[in-house]
């Protein structure tokens, strides 16, 4: 067997990121012992219900106390009330990472709180799903996934390894970058087509003309894949974009003006170049497939039986 990565891992907030987390360092042998930090009792219920860890309490403080690495997986906008209260309690040469989709603002809501003894290492691991909460966490989330980490400069070295280590025991392969360099690249990544997912379905709800089963009837026509992502959980998704506004609105300006590109092609009927385009975006997604980042299945390997 091999030996744990770290003796005592704490992980704060135990929904669907922290709750993989958990599961997956118990089941990969990645820590030798767990605590689980939630502040509602259901939250923590299921935890306990579903063995994420040895150790369950309310209390934050309490659960990173002998922890030589500290994961928080809180709503981004949760982050510095989160380091306000685990700070005064932290093991001096503990790791403190966290689970954040958006990384500027994560370290400067928490380096504030954070003692100069503790090793800050903030990272967003690129997988997840549009369910949260306890009961969406499984341990195979994170294999074949990203990790990135965004240290500061002056990152101890034997930190940045054991960490490393951690993640590639989950499953993952770590990456790193500047926190600025990574909110934009997830900008257009991640959170802009967040927002494409939750104004269509929005618009398809409002419109008077097709009528609500309409929309439902015939969603296998591309609307159903939008309603996957735009049925994520509104907390996280508030608190990004909230977050990370400027990547997002750099973003959203390029994206409105290569639509306002789109419909004017349509408009003049300009076949080729939707033709070019489409046959630009159609060679994306095969590399994505080819990066082992997606399955090469037709509509994303749903069953398509008799009558369907
Ligand atoms: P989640 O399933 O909703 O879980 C969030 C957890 O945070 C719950 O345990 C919740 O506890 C706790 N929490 C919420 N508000 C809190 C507060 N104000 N103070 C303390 N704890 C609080 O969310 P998630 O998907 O695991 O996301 C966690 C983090 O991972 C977020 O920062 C998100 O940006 C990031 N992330 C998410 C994904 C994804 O696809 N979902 C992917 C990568 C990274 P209670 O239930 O007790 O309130």
């Keep these: 067997m091999t030996e744990p990565v770290f003796q005592r891992l704490a992980v704060i907030g135990c929904g669907l990121i922290g709750g993989s987390i958990a599961l997956a360092a118990r089941e990969r042998g990645a820590a030798a012992s ?8 259901d939250t923590l219920e299921r935890a306990r219900q579903r063995g994420f860890a040895e150790t369950y309490t309310h209390d934050a403080a309490e659960a990173v106390a002998d922890a030589d690495c500290v994961i928080i997986c809180v709503p981004v906008g949760a982050t510095g009330e989160v380091a306000a209260a685990i700070g005064p309690a932290l093991k001096p040469g503990a790791i403190v990472s966290d689970a954040g989709s958006v990384k500027a603002s994560v370290i400067a809501l928490a380096r504030p709180h954070l003692p100069e003894t503790v ?21 195979e989330l994170f ?3 990203w990790c990135i980490f965004t240290p500061e400069g002056d990152v101890d070295a034997d930190a940045l390894a054991k960490l490393t280590a951690f993640w590639e025991r989950l499953g993952a392969s770590v990456e790193t970058m500047d926190a600025a360099h990574h909110d934009l690249v997830l900008a257009i990544t991640s959170h802009v087509p967040h927002l494409i997912a939750y104004n269509i379905v ?14 439902m009837k015939f969603a296998a026509g591309g ?4 309603t996957r992502i735009a049925a994520s959980d509104p907390t996280m998704w508030r608190d990004v974009f909230l977050h990370n506004r400027e990547a997002v609105l750099e973003m959203l ?31 994306i997604r095969r590399g994505i497939i080819d990066a082992g980042q997606e399955a090469d299945l037709p509509d994303f390997g749903r069953p398509h039986g008799a009558g369907d």
């Design 34 to 41: 767990i605590a689980v930090a939630a502040r509602k009792a």
């Design 119 to 139: 090793h800050f290492i903030p990272a967003h691991p690129v997988a997840g799903t549009e369910q949260s909460g306890p009961d969406a966490a499984f341990a």
């Design 143 to 145: 294999d074949g996934r």
């Design 202 to 215: 929005s618009t398809a709800n409002d419109l008077q003309t097709v009528t609500r089963s309409e929309v």
């Design 223 to 226: 609307f159903r894949d939008f």
């Design 253 to 283: 300006g390029r994206f409105s003006e290569d639509l306002t590109a789109l419909q004017r092609a349509i408009r003049w009927s300009d076949g080729d170049a939707l033709f070019d385009l489409f046959t630009k975006t159609r060679a």
